[in-house]
């Protein structure tokens, strides 16, 4: 295994830092606009989390390869951790949708709660390989049949999201990285971006009409409804900011982290490293800016602009931290981020399975007789939380920012006793 890089794990350890607070306001209504993703075209700091954990999984797979030769036992190694990752994510979507006949409230989440436990055990526990190939591939062929073998409670469960994507988006850097050298990748990246950028321009939308860029008309939304009907976003129900052919240019993103990785890692001195890293990103940012006139930078899309300005981004944090931790050592203030970047799976999963055990668990309301119960997550927010503050913004804020604390306690604990776990 190539020598460990402390600066990608606080960049990681930051982005799920911010990751973690963007997700988890008191109110969503009352938020700080760089903390919300853009309304649609252009880029706030949030929209740049999803897309620098990409680039850093591209980085990852780089900096943990020691022996660069496309196997069985390679392949293997990477279909189960695709399989693993992906049915993690299917998981949060299931969560809440898991029914008992004769139970609910209170039963219901502990059988929620331990069909969970069973699910981690399965899937973070480090066990014999064929095993764990075949435990990955049951738990995705059940979910798929409960998705789709028309089960009333979970016919409309979301298939994309965040986890899959980053399944899908590791398997294809994976062995791309291990079959190809750096300049075919970059070749392939750039294939991708335009293809792309061919596929949404210029060809008609069936039923709507002409390509275009516009929310639930485009070509990857009308692909996402064609064939997820019924298993896409809740919020939009006929498209996905996950979907199906913008997980297409993320996978280039992924292989900017890759090229990023194989920079890092050759016997290049320490100081060209950076020079060289921060000239790539000046560019990719401004061909992102001057792609962006023509083919507008969108998150929800995955344009190829926004791939190129994310990664860009994205690259120039790292070399900022690569040069400020690698080259010059000033590393006594990291120790904060690395705690956060060092299981970052573990908080992907289980920021999202806490709020929805919190939000399962229902109170009296304070208000009084006629009053409908309320959640424990929002108990918390409004009776305790929010009349601390005068301003709802801030208040909102707080909540997140406890929340992060929470995590930080959790992921604490794990560190000092040097737990860290991978899927």
């Known amino acids: 295994m190539k020598s460990r ?19 988890n306001p008191g109110d969503w209504g009352h938020v700080y606009s760089p903390l919300l993703h853009a309304e649609w075209h252009g880029c706030t700091p949030t929209d740049l989390v999803f897309p620098t954990f990409l680039f850093i999984v591209g980085v990852s797979v780089v900096l943990a390869t020691s022996n660069k030769t496309l196997n069985i ?6 279909l189960i951790r695709t399989l693993r990752i992906f049915c993690l994510g299917l998981f949060l979507s299931f969560f809440s949708k898991i029914q008992v006949f004769g139970l609910e409230g209170l039963p219901l989440l502990g059988v929620r709660l331990i069909i969970t436990a069973i699910i981690v055990a399965l899937l973070f526990r480090d066990y014999d390989r064929r095993l764990q190939f075949y435990s990955a591939v049951s738990i995705f062929t059940i979910m798929m049949l409960l998705a789709f073998g028309g089960f009333a409670h979970y016919e409309n ?3 994309p999201g965040v986890l899959q994507r980053i399944a899908i988006v590791y398997l294809i850097v994976s062995l791309l990285y291990l079959k190809t050298n750096w300049k075919t990748q970059a070749v392939f990246c750039l294939i ?15 039923g709507i009409g002409g390509p275009n860029f516009e929310k639930g008309t485009n070509l990857a939304a009308w692909l996402d409804n064609y064939l997820l009907p019924g298993h896409l976003w809740a919020t939009s129900k006929t498209w996905d900011p996950e979907g199906i052919l913008s997980t297409l240019p993320a996978i280039s993103t992924g292989i900017a982290g890759l090229l990023v990785g194989t920079l890092l890692t050759n016997h290049l001195s320490k100081d060209k490293k950076a020079l060289y890293l921060l000239i790539g990103s000046v560019f990719a940012v401004v061909l992102g800016l001057l792609w962006n006139i023509v083919f507008p930078i969108n998150k929800s899309l995955w344009t190829s602009s926004y791939v190129l300005y994310a990664a860009g981004i994205a690259s120039a944090c790292l070399v900022v931290l690569y ?44 208000g009084g007789p006629g009053h409908d119960p309320i959640s424990l997550q929002t108990y918390f927010y409004q009776f305790i939380l929010s009349p601390l503050f005068s301003n709802p913004v801030n208040a909102s804020l707080a909540y997140a920012l406890t929340y992060l604390t929470l995590w930080y306690v959790i ?6 006793k040097k737990l860290v776990f991978r899927v």
Do not use: E, H
């Not at 990608?8 to 982005?15: A, E, I, Q, Y």
């Not at 036992?73 to 990477?78: E, G, L, M, S």
């Not at 992921?411 to 000092?416: D, E, N």
């Open 157 to 159: 469960v979301r298939i």
């Open 411 to 416: 992921l604490y604990i794990l560190y000092r």
């Open 323 to 366: 040069y400020i931790i690698d080259v010059l050592g000033i590393s006594g203030w990291t120790k904060f981020f690395v705690i956060f970047g060092v299981n970052p799976m573990v908080v992907f999963f289980f920021s999202g399975i806490i709020p929805r055990v919190l939000s399962s668990i229902l109170i009296d309301n304070p």
């Open 5 to 23: 890089l402390i600066s990608l794990d606080v960049l990681r350890g930051l982005t799920i830092i911010l990751m973690t607070i963007v997700n």
């Open 73 to 78: 036992n390679a392949i293997q190694k990477i």
């Open 192 to 206: 991708v971006l335009l293809v792309y950028w061919a596929l949404m321009t210029l060809i008609p939308i069936p």
